[in-house]
């Protein structure tokens, strides 16, 4: 099998998904939109489409109209094709609105080691279903989405009711925690200006340290999440390349 990856800084990669996948013999080819690589045209020759975070909202097309490229590709992808894609952070809201949903910005932004609840549909979801409820994940984001869209199921929210993820069609989800994460994501991710500041509004100025340690306590647990989740979602990608639809959408394109 082969994915295609979506990125918006070179910092925000599949992260521990990388190993997961060189382990089960997956490649993956980046596309990496800021630096201005282009989306490939024929995407049909890919297995599973995920898309990564970025410090960007998806509203700035005026200023990277590359974003709105993306949101047309991923809308082929989800809604024309139904095909197998797994967004996080930023590609759990561009999933949102290129199939009809809607993003804003939040309040104050989420950022630390936080828990996330499953509803009663994330428990029976094919993504989800046995991961234990709360569970513990990242979150380190100043958007979110608002409103789903139409044929979307809600899988998880936090304890403030924030959706925290869902599922577009039957194999598109989008979340908006972090699982992917690394021993260096939180060192990484801090030398980018945006982070940095929405980190230092909601933890402070020594807020940096603070995350490191949580999120090296939580890691095993949240890397054991991390692999749960990407082996339900390649069990769905080998489900959708054997099936008969997948096969006459893949030559009717």
């Known amino acids: 099998m082969r994915f295609l990856v979506f990125q918006h800084i070179g910092v925000e990669h599949p992260g521990s998904f990388r190993d997961f996948m060189a382990a089960d013999g997956i490649a993956w080819d980046v596309v990496e939109l800021d630096r201005g690589q282009p989306i490939p045209d024929a995407m049909e020759r890919y297995d599973a489409l ?16 590359w974003l709105a490229d993306e949101k047309r590709a991923i809308r082929r992808w989800v809604v024309e094709r139904g095909a ?10 561009l999933l949102a609105e290129a199939a009809g949903g809607s993003v804003g910005a939040m309040d104050a932004a989420e950022v630390g080691v936080h828990s996330v ?17 709360p569970f513990t994940c990242l979150q380190w984001h100043r958007a979110e ?19 925290q993820a869902f599922r577009y069609g039957s194999r598109a989800y989008g979340l908006q925690f972090h699982v992917e994460i690394t021993d260096a994501t939180i060192r990484e991710w801090g030398e980018v200006p945006e982070y940095r500041s929405s980190l230092e509004a909601v933890m402070g100025r020594d807020g940096l340290a603070l995350l490191e ?19 339900s ?9 054997r099936a008969p639809m997948a096969v006459v959408e893949t030559a009717g394109e």
């Not at 197998?84 to 809201?93: A, D, E, M, S």
């Open 50 to 65: 995920m898309v990564m975070g970025g410090p960007m909202d998806v509203w700035e097309e005026a200023r990277l109209p």
């Open 84 to 93: 197998p894609f797994l967004g996080i952070c930023l590609g759990h809201q």
């Open 117 to 133: 609840h499953l509803t009663p549909e994330g428990r029976r979801d094919g993504l989800l279903a046995g991961i234990d409820t």
């Open 145 to 163: 989405v608002k409103a789903l869209p139409p044929d979307a199921a809600l899988c998880a929210v936090n304890e403030a009711g924030s959706m």
């Open 213 to 231: 340690r949580n999120t090296r306590a939580a890691l095993p647990a949240i890397n054991a999440l991390a692999k749960r989740v990407y082996s």
């Open 233 to 241: 979602f390649v069990g769905q990608v080998r489900q959708y390349a």
